[in-house]
C-alpha cells in the first residue's frame, strides 16, 4: 500500500484523495440490505451499524466500498475497512462522510485507499498526515513492516 504521499491521486467529483490506479467506480448507490438483495450491484455504502463480514461472500463482485462516516468519533468505519481488506477485498475502499485530516493516516492503515470527505481538505495538511509517522508500532491492513520487526528482524 505504499505510495508517495506527495502525489495525493486523482480525484472525480467529491473524492479528493485517491490511491489507485483502476478506473474510478461510480459512487455506491445501495446500502448494505440492497446490495446483499441483488446480483447485479458492484458498490455499496455501509453505515455506522451495518456489519462489513455479511459482504465477505461477495468480494469478487465488488468494486467499491464506501464507508461512511456520519460524524467524528465514530470508529466502526475503521473496523469494516479492515475487516474487508482482511478477507481479502482488493477493490477501491472510500471513506466519505466526516473524515479529518488528523484521520487520514489511521484510515490509510485500515486499507482505505480513497476519500471524500465532507468539507475539502487543505492538501499541504493532508500530505503531512499520511507522511507523519515514518513508521508504525503494530501490524494494520496496510501490510506496514511494525517497529518491533524492524528492531529484530522478524517478518
Known amino acids: ?21 483502476d478506473e474510478v467506480a461510480d459512487h455506491a448507490q445501495v446500502t ?20 462489513a463480514r455479511s459482504l465477505i461472500p461477495h468480494l469478487d463482485r465488488l ?4 464507508v461512511n462516516f456520519p460524524v467524528f468519533g465514530d470508529g466502526r468505519g ?12 482488493t477493490g477501491e475502499l472510500r471513506a466519505v462522510g466526516e473524515v479529518l485530516i488528523d484521520q487520514l493516516l489511521f484510515m490509510r492503515r485500515c486499507g ?5 470527505p465532507d468539507k ?6 493532508a500530505q503531512a498526515a499520511f507522511a507523519r509517522w515514518p513508521h508504525d ?9 511494525p517497529i518491533p520487526a524492524i528492531r529484530h528482524g522478524a517478518a
Do not use: C, W
Not at 468494486?63 to 464506501?66: K, M
Open 63 to 66: 468494486r467499491l466500498v464506501e
Open 1 to 21: 500500500m505504499a505510495s508517495d504521499i506527495t502525489d495525493l491521486g486523482t480525484s472525480p467529483d467529491d473524492v479528493q484523495f485517491r490511491f489507485r490506479d
Open 32 to 51: 448494505v440490505d440492497a446490495f446483499l438483495e441483488q446480483s447485479n450491484a458492484a458498490a455499496v455504502r455501509i453505515e455506522p451499524g451495518d456489519d
Open 137 to 145: 508500532y503494530q501490524h494494520a491492513a496496510d501490510n506496514a513492516r
Open 112 to 116: 482505505f485507499d480513497a476519500f471524500a
Open 78 to 89: 475503521y473496523s469494516s475497512a479492515r475487516i474487508l481488506r482482511e478477507a481479502g477485498y
Open 120 to 125: 475539502k481538505l487543505n492538501e499541504q495538511d
